[in-house]
């Protein structure tokens, strides 16, 4: 019974993000390449805790699955790089 809910508590756990958070991620696709849909990835403050994404045109569907990915989703920034940057 005690290793039903053990592997009962990790299925769960992996099922809510498979990075710990988007430093982990970055990490990841820093080592093994970043996938089609993604632009660019950049520090949005200079630190490694926020982390800009700019997707490649109208991926919405591809940020939820970044936002998924995570355990927890602070520091993570998503664009489209396909979006005119505003100046004022």
Known sequence: MILICVLS???TAFAQGEYKNVTELYEY????GYPDYVG????TDGSMENITILLVD??????????????DAS???LEQLNSPIMSY
């Open 29 to 32: 696709w820093e080592a093994n």
């Open 9 to 11: 508590f990790a299925i």
């Open 40 to 43: 660019t990835v950049f520090s």
């Open 58 to 71: 109208d991926n919405s569907t591809k940020a939820d699955d970044i936002k998924s990915m995570l355990a």
């Open 75 to 77: 520091g993570l920034h």
